[in-house]
């Protein structure tokens, strides 16, 4: 039985955890509430150690030690450029965390007084599959932002039976633990979980695998509360449940910003709608220009919007570009940065990466603010994006991105594209906007060809 | 009231309390958000613990413990990169402020 003063310990935390996603959700108040959530964990952690009389007490706390060394330092080391794959990751070892504690519990359940209940051993039955599905998920996730495989969605034929199979088996199996519970079907239903996980997330683009991230983070969210009522401890029931909640709002959020609805994030591919997608290099026409060249247009521009994307923090080229701003500000222009909502690798990366610039938060203007200034642009320079200035997403029914709102660069005067190379953005499709005749395009390592054109600037 | 329908009825109100507390957030924030509710669900921790102290051989001692290693580093890892994130968005604040300041002082 739990002591009273633990019980209370833990709606304690459960407040923390709620005061916590409130404050996230403002900017003003983000950076206290994250630190509220720290304390709230630490609150349900210092109760659990002192409440329970535990067997093993050294080696459980050397094992919290050497994951929270290990959680530390992938904190600390990861480029804010990774993040995304790296918040993949923690959720993953959370979800195969949650399926192991099920498991555990899954091989006692039959032996406790009254226990095997089947609402526990449902419960059981779903973290496993759950928190599997979680596991592999984010594992394939990771491997597709980290572009250690192809970010391009994977489908092969058979793909729906074999989905279907799959989720047959993982209910049977599901059906079969709670009416005769083993360890072994156990495993069984693990397996197949994480077979499933790398089955849903195969299919999706690279663009859209941040909203199967969020889907994914909502998933362990309700392994966490399932846990809770099979552990009968309330706060992971309740902590498990908002995180579940509040994740598929966010993972609806998230899709709505990129114009299109979760399923089709999901399956899209399956319709054969990303066939346009191509990683083959054109050979269309293009006008390139020259450091000297493009600087005089920016140096005479009235009126300059920068379209920066993931390429330009891939390259470190942000510090660079920032410089170039300032020095434009000082000659008098009108320098805004359009910043698309899925600019980056998800929802609001971008500014998270100027801000580590230090680029001032007045100069960063949200899409809807800003997209109706560029056709008084007299020139809009696109650094690193891609995807989100393609007017294929208006114009190509079937294009993978087709629905995303877009950044309207094409109504500028004069687009100054610096690109590396000819290869598509991260959906894999071409853009038009590169042989419009307004656009000349830049090409070279965008830190390199940013610090020429700053140099040429000043020279003007 | 039997025991699973308290327990339905926590998860119940949970599921509208979590939808509701983040439910005007700014696409600003999407990313840290996800972090940061990716890192309360670390607390799994908790459960792992209680397993691992009440493990009877040694087999359920390791896999035990391995979760309790896994489950560290979702909900320590997650606190602190999402600390990361959000100590950018407050360098920034704090330009803006710095900047806006002499204006105000004339």
Request: net charge neutral; with cysteine; charged share 10%.
């Amino acid at each position: 039985m739990i002591p009273v003063w633990a019980q209370l310990a833990y709606l304690l935390a459960a407040v923390c955890f709620i005061v916590a996603l409130k404050g996230l959700s403002s900017p003003r108040t983000a950076r206290r509430g994250n630190l509220i959530g720290a304390a709230g964990a630490l609150i349900a952690c210092v109760t659990v150690v002192a409440s329970s009389d535990f067997d093993h007490l050294s080696a459980i706390l050397a094992a919290v030690a050497i994951g929270a060394a290990a959680g530390t330092i992938g904190a600390y080391r990861v480029q804010m450029t990774q993040m995304p794959q790296m918040v993949a990751l923690f959720n993953g070892v959370g979800g195969g965390a949650a399926a192991i504690v099920a498991l555990l519990e899954l091989s006692k359940l039959p032996e406790q007084p009254g226990g095997g209940g089947i609402v526990e051993l449902i419960a059981a039955a779903f973290t496993i599959l759950v928190g599997s599905v979680s596991l592999a998920g984010s594992i394939i996730t990771f491997l597709k932002l980290q572009e250690l495989m192809t970010t391009r969605p994977i489908t092969f034929p058979g793909y729906p039976i074999l989905y279907g199979l799959g989720l047959l088996a993982a209910v049977g199996l599901g059906v079969v633990i709670v009416l005769f519970p083993s360890i072994l079907l156990g495993v069984g239903l693990a397996a197949v979980g994480a077979g499933l996980g790398v089955l849903l997330v195969l299919p999706v683009g690279g663009a859209d695998v941040p909203i199967v991230i969020s889907l994914l983070n909502a998933f362990t969210g309700l392994t966490v509360a399932a846990s809770g009522y099979l552990l009968q401890n309330t706060l992971l029931l309740v902590a498990g449940t908002l995180v579940g909640a509040a994740g598929t709002l966010l993972t609806l959020l998230m899709a709505n910003a990129m114009g299109r609805s979760v399923f089709s994030t999901l399956f899209g591919a399956l319709r054969g709608g990303s066939s346009l997608g191509s990683t083959t290099v054109s050979n269309r026409p293009v006008r390139s220009t020259t450091p000297a060249d493009a600087a005089i247009l920016l140096a005479y521009a009235d009126r300059v919007i920068i379209v920066p994307g993931y390429g330009l923090a891939v390259a470190q080229a942000q510090h660079t570009l920032r410089q170039l701003v300032d020095v434009l500000l000082d000659r008098g222009t009108k320098v805004d940065y359009a910043i698309h909502p899925v600019a980056g690798r998800m929802p609001g990366h971008m500014n998270v990466l100027l801000a580590e610039a230090q680029v001032p938060y007045e100069q960063l203007k949200e899409m809807d603010e800003i997209d109706p200034d560029f056709k008084q642009a007299d020139v809009v320079l696109v650094v690193g994006a891609n995807d989100v200035v393609n007017p294929a997403a208006e114009t190509t029914p079937g294009a993978p991105i087709y629905g995303m709102p877009i950044l309207h660069a094409n109504q500028a005067r004069q687009v100054i594209f610096l690109k590396r190379s000819m290869r598509p953005g991260f959906a894999g499709i071409e853009n038009e906007l590169l042989y419009e005749p307004t656009t000349t395009l830049l090409f070279g390592d965008a830190k390199e060809t940013m610090s020429k054109l700053l140099t040429e600037v000043k020279a003007v | 009231m039997s025991e699973p329908l308290v327990w339905l009825t926590f998860f119940v109100l949970a599921a509208f309390v979590g939808v509701e507390v983040i439910s005007k957030v700014s696409s600003i924030l999407h990313t840290p958000l996800m972090s940061g509710a990716n890192a309360i669900h670390g607390v799994i921790l908790v459960g792992a613990m209680l397993v691992a102290g009440t493990a009877e051989s040694t087999g359920e001692l390791i896999m035990a413990l391995l979760a309790v290693v896994l489950a560290s580093i979702n909900m320590v890892g997650g606190f602190v990169v999402t600390d990361r994130m959000l100590i950018m968005f407050s360098h920034r604040r704090r330009a803006v402020e710095g900047a806006k300041r002499p204006e105000l002082e004339r």
